[in-house]
Structures are given as C-alpha cells and as structure tokens.
C-alpha cells in the first residue's frame, strides 16, 4: 500500500520562502509521477506542479509564474516543493499525490490514484 505524508507548511510573510517535503512509502515511487496541487475552502483543488519518473516538470505557469521548483529524491522516496515569493493568493492546504500511469492528464486530479493528507501554507503578515 502507498502512502504520501506531507509536511513544511506553516505561517509565512508575503515575499517568503517554504519547502514542502512529500515522503512516499512503497517500492514504486521511482517509476511514480508526482504531482502538488492545492485547495482552498470552498474551491475545487488546483494543480500547481508534477514530475514524472525520467524527471519532466510541468508547472501551472498562471500560478507558479516561476516561483515554484519541484523536485523529487528516489533515494530518499520524496519529492520536494520549493516555494518563494511567496503571495497571500498561495495560502491553501497543498497535497502530493502520485501515479504510477505515465503520461496522461499530469494536471488533473484524477490522474492521480495516492493522496496524502494535505499540509496547510498561510502565507500573511
């Protein structure tokens, strides 16, 4: 059984930095696209990053406007979300999920199969 944990949110000032990490249990995560997306309350959970297996990154160019690095570490069965400049538009609760389809829809949520439970960013002064 997969499973994703989350972690690195918290409470940032606008033009700050986070890192969210994203620990993975289960031998496939090497051959696992990777995604982030993020939710507010009342709004529909949004895609912001993926990366697939050979390492190709796809960002929401409209949100991450090259703020947003995602990485992962096979060694370690986590991928990573950079986030600077950050912006009070960017607080939401951010998910990692996984798949191990390649290709397909990388930017909807139900390309993916494996959730974690979310992890909260407030960005505000």
């Known amino acids: 059984q997969v499973q994703l944990v989350e972690s690195g949110g918290g409470l940032v000032q606008p033009g700050g930095s986070l890192r969210l990490s994203c620990a993975v249990s289960?031998?496939?995560?090497?051959?696992?696209?990777m995604g982030w997306f993020r939710q507010v309350p009342g709004k529909e959970r949004t895609f912001v990053a993926a990366?697939?297996?050979?390492?190709?990154?796809?960002y929401d160019t409209n949100s991450v406007k090259g703020r947003f690095t995602i990485s992962r570490d096979n060694t370690k069965n986590t991928v990573y979300l950079q986030m600077s400049s950050l912006e009070p538009e960017d607080t939401a609760v951010y998910y990692c999920?996984?798949?191990?389809?390649?290709?397909?829809?990388?930017?909807?949520?139900?390309?993916?199969?494996?959730w974690g439970q979310g992890t909260q960013v407030t960005v505000s002064s």
């Open positions: 289960g031998r496939t995560f090497s051959r696992s696209t």
């Open positions: 999920a996984a798949t191990p389809k390649i290709g397909g829809r990388i930017a909807s949520t139900l390309n993916y199969e494996y």
């Open positions: 990366i697939n297996s050979l390492g190709a990154i796809t």
